[in-house]
């Protein structure tokens, strides 16, 4: 008979081998399944056509973020895309497509069998690309968003951009300060750009694009710029919003700022230190229904506001517009000039004629605004 340890001994190394041929098996098997998952995504690539929105079979999913497998079957259900639940759950767990899909606006159709769907559900969502130019106000903004397709609610965006408290994470939305008859509180921080965004985007996440792109151009440099000149941030941002709306060439921005700046800084002169700035009137008009108009009325001056830059002084109340980096750091590097005054050439150039005494001003305003 086998001593007990020696039986002790061929167990143990019989346990050994089991386990090692068992976990040997085991990768074996992993990395064919791996093997053959990858052969199955590469023939969907080759048979599988993306499909968007502009196909008449189209249907549209979409991925919520934290969504689980049986959270995007019952939204394959709802869209009448599959017929069972369980079969996809079981499916999706059984070739490996659990915990890859990814949040986000998809489009399948209803013809395509269980792999197809889970395979399109794993590529990259779909988004709508869109470009913001310089100087458009929020509400603009917001319908540029609503025209390329991108789906959210307005009551929803509107409540974000006026509840600065949301987003104090960014420091420059810290300095916003609580004045009396501001609109639209985030206006002028929505940076000018070009965006992807996932047509089912969440509202929250549309701000916090804009806001994110915003703290990484406004560099250190343009802080401590700011600063010497004795300017807050939403100071600059504001005045720049004006200088954007104001300026018809790119060359000439830097002497429209010299007259906005020339005219805050002015102790002594006749409009004291009104910018006296159309851009802040028509800003107005336009947020009240009413049509722009390049010759300011008494009228218009005379409306109650607090961005009638004609009846008080200073700054209007926030910014009327997104400014870009050409009119923000025109505001912080104007020219220095003696120009109080400015006016449009109404020519296909865009130009303006600049004036450094009221006389000169309308002598201008006579000749040029005569060709309107």
Known sequence: MFSKTLVRTLTFLVAILVFAATIGFGFTLGFKYVISQNDRFERFEDTVKVIDKDNPDAVMIVIRQGFNTSDIADALMEAGVIKNKLAYVFMSKLNGFDGEYLAGTHFVKKDLNYDEIMYLLCLKPQTVRVTFREGLS???????LLDVGVLFDETVLDGLVNNPA??????FVTEIPQVEGREWMLQGYLFPDTYDFDMNTTEESIIRTFLNNTSRKLIPELYKRAETMGMTMDEVITLAS???????????????????????????????????????????????GQEASLIVTAEDQAMETPYNTYKYSGLPAGPICSPGMDAIRATLWPA??????????????????????????????NKYLAKK
Do not use: Q
């Open 166 to 171: 949301l987003f104090l994470e960014y420091d």
């Open 138 to 144: 929020y509400k603009e903004m917001k319908e540029t």
């Open 242 to 288: 004006v200088i954007e709306k104001e300026s018809g060439r790119l060359d000439e921005i830097d002497l429209v700022a010299s007259v906005f700046h020339n005219r805050l800084n002015a102790s002594k002169h006749s409009t004291g230190n009104r910018l006296e700035s159309c851009a802040t009137i028509n800003y107005v008009k336009a947020e009240r």
């Open 336 to 365: 220095k000039t003696g120009y109080f005054y400015f006016v449009t050439k109404n020519d296909d150039t865009g130009s303006s004629a600049f004036a450094v005494t009221e006389r000169e001003h309308i002598n201008n305003s």
